[in-house]
Every structure is written in C-alpha cells, then in structure tokens.
C-alpha cells in the first residue's frame, strides 16, 4: 500500500510547476498551502457524509480524494509521505489514549 502513496505522492511532486491547465494538482500546488487545504477540508466533509449516507461505492471514491488532497496539502507545504510514514510507524504499538495523551490534546 505504502508503495502506492509513495507513487502518488511523486506524480504530485512532479505537477509542481507544470501548466495548471493541464493539471488538478499543478493548479492546487499554485494556490499553495491555503488552497490545498481547503480542498482538503471539503473533501473531509465529503468522506464523512459518505461514510454517513452514501454506499461502500462512495466512501471509497470520497475516501480516495481525501487522500489525494492530503499528498497535495504535503507537497504545497514540501512535508515529505516519508515523514508520515514514519510518524506512523514511531505511534506504532503506543496506545492512542496514551499518545493523545502525550500530545496534551
């Protein structure tokens, strides 16, 4: 799976600087930080009501958008997935109400 986001993740690295009339990302990479994470927010909102209301079908389209718009909200603010991944793998076998906890949130 990892190597799928990990090639995703590149083809969104690559849009940085192309035509944005030609690229979705390249346009979302223009608009910087702000852009992408607005799209990132409605495309949340969109999972959540699908998650809520709308068929497997759905939530898996909506789900795989929201990812999308994560890597690009990533690659607008140059956070490399390799740094998730390894924040990930540091909360691996942490309990999540200890690792909030730590978190003070």
Do not use: C, Q, W
Request: aromatic residues 2%; glycine residues 8%.
């Amino acid at each position: 799976m990892t190597d799928a986001l990990s090639d995703l993740a590149a083809t969104i690295a690559s849009r940085r600087g192309a035509d944005p009339a030609s690229s979705y990302a390249a346009k979302l990479l223009l608009g910087g930080a702000p852009l992408a994470a607005r799209k990132l927010g409605e495309e949340a909102v969109e999972t959540v009501v699908a998650a809520l209301s709308g068929s497997d079908a759905e939530l898996t389209g909506e789900a795989a958008d929201l990812i999308f718009h994560l890597l690009v909200l990533l690659e607008s603010r140059d956070v490399p997935l390799s740094a998730v991944i390894n924040e990930l793998r540091r909360r691996e076998g942490v309990s999540g109400v200890v690792e909030k906890a730590a978190r003070g949130s």
